[in-house]
């Protein structure tokens, strides 16, 4: 019983973790209507950020998300101007391709200055935490924390403030909400800055727990692919629930069956969702329509 | 007389510049130039190079199918390629049934696994069939990766470099090369085939507008389906001339979805949906990035897709209907005649 709960609170905890990585491309995609297949290069060029704060100024990881973060909303705005921007009037295919190449660029450049070599920080919490029969790791609980703080801070953002409100009016119709006077082509630059600073943040988050090596991105991007698809692209709680599954399911399996099958599961799980429920679990109807070229 | 005739009819019919269901000169020229590279065997040291730029023109004419002509945008490719190498190789150590039977084999087993993804994706679009597509391909991975009483696993599989016409281990490279423009050959006659049929332009009636193309009568499910199984069966072939040009392969780069990106670039740079976009594509892209490997490999890992992805961007954004969008702007410029 108390493997159960034990395996039941670490999957929740590390789908949390999961769920911080990809709020970004979930918002992203709500907004501009485009997968950024280098979201996992971003995530790994964070974590490199974070590794070299931590390694030479001897600073904690999570400290260096006060460097981190505004270095990769300027990374954002950067990537933004020069790739995504030219290609959004032009067909969809065009963004695919064009991020896909520059995760290629990103993985390589990182390859050429870093070399293969994994790089990771010492732990920052001697023992797991004991509360009666269960442990849980000191960095899993304080990610859950920030994935939690992280989203209420978006949701309010999101439903109140004046930036919050451009961007779902945008969302609704973006002709009409260039017709109220909201400068369109600039939302889509903040919403792009502000998903890849959150992915800065998931970086410093994920960096005491995971090590870090040019192809790293990879891996996190396909698990971030299946949360947000999972959730409802779009939709950020529903990016925190579909992180949980994953969660549970990679930590359920990888215990009961073998730590290489919990990927082929949440796979799985993925292709069942797509073909029951494409929309997704939290996703409004019509949600598996969206993005799709005209 | 009627024969002069016939001969005048059928070259009036040849057009100078590549076009949509016709054959052009310039195929001609072009398939008649690679034929004489290897007849002639001209840059021996570039042979490793002519091989996997046909085998590569023909995976993208392959993929092309799917992506190109039926706009199903697959980043799961790798796949099909895997599940060809592996049949025909499995068949061949297990069994020592000849890969020429093997990549029969292979390709069946390949286009159920294409109808399986095109019945999983039958109502997916966009990002969404992408993304499945790519998970496809993972659990063929994870799943070639687990299963290593068949697979042999990560350590891979190996073929005995035993040259043997029987077991397709060919001697000399120029034999791979002809090989791979025979596979580039038979992929370029499927497509030219499906542009000229009917099941061709319902493939493009579905990609341009599946709710009109199910109202004029063509059911879109068997259509895709039919589409992804071709695709699928002609990339596992070019998977089983891999393993026997590579006599080696492993679930890490058969199945990566490196590989997949790579079958969806080639037709993208080229040009989406025509015929000689995917060659063109594999012509240009894969000398440019195995020489830039074979350059600047050694200097600095990495250093060398780092400048053939830039290639790629500035390609994709500013070029975005691919060089055969290039080569139709010029026609367009003459008058019509």
Known sequence: ?294 | MTIVAAAEGATERVSWLPRRGRISWFEIALLLACAGWVGFGFAPSLQDVTILTFLFGGLALSWNIAGGYAGMISFGHAAFFGIGAYASTILLLRYDLTPWIGLVVGAFAAAIAGSVLALICARLKGPFFILSTLAFAEVVRIGALNWSSRTGGAEGLSIAPMPSLANMVLASKSGYAALMLCYLAFAYAISRGLEASRFGFYLLAIRDNDEAAAAAGINPLVVRTSAMALSAALTGIGGTLFAQYFLYLDPTYVISPELSFQFALLPAVGGLGTVIGPILGSFLVTPVSELLRSYLGNAAAGLHLVIYSFGLIVVMLYFPSGLAGALDKIQRRRPPP
């Open chain 1, 1 to 294: 019983m108390s493997t159960i709960l034990q395996l039941l609170v670490s999957g929740v905890l590390i789908g949390s973790v999961y769920a911080l990585m990809s709020i970004g491309l979930t918002l992203i995609f709500g907004v501009l209507r485009i997968v950024n297949f280098a979201h996992g290069e971003f995530l790994m060029i964070a974590m490199y950020g974070a590794w070299a704060i931590s390694h030479w100024l001897g600073l904690n990881p999570y400290a260096a998300a006060i460097a981190v973060v505004p270095a990769m909303f300027l990374f954002g705005t950067l990537v933004y101007r020069l790739v995504i921007s030219p290609g959004l009037d032009k067909p969809h295919l065009v963004v695919v391709f064009a991020t896909m190449a520059l995760s290629i660029f990103l993985q390589n450049a990182a390859l050429m200055l870093m070399t293969a070599d994994l790089r990771d920080v010492p732990p920052i919490f001697a023992r797991s935490i004991a509360i009666g029969p269960i442990y849980i790791k000191g960095e899993l609980l304080l990610g859950f924390v920030i994935t939690l703080a992280c989203t209420a801070t978006l949701q309010w953002m999101i439903k109140r403030t004046y930036l919050g409100k451009a961007i779902r009016a945008t969302v609704q119709d973006g002709e009409a909400a260039m017709l109220m006077g909201i400068a369109v082509p600039k939302i889509f630059l903040i919403t792009f800055a502000v998903g890849s600073a959150l992915v800065g943040l998931a970086a410093c988050v994920m960096l005491p727990l995971f090590s870090v090596f040019p192809t790293v991105g990879l891996n996190f991007v396909l698990i971030a692919f299946v949360i947000v698809v999972l959730g409802g692209m779009g939709s950020i709680e529903g990016a925190l629930l579909g992180g949980v599954c994953v969660g549970v399911v990679q930590s359920i399996s990888g215990y009961y069956v073998a730590p290489a099958f919990g990927q082929l599961f949440f796979f799985l799980l993925f292709l069942v969702v797509m073909i029951f429920r494409p929309n997704g679990l939290l996703g409004q109807k019509g949600a598996a329509m969206l993005g799709v070229n005209e």
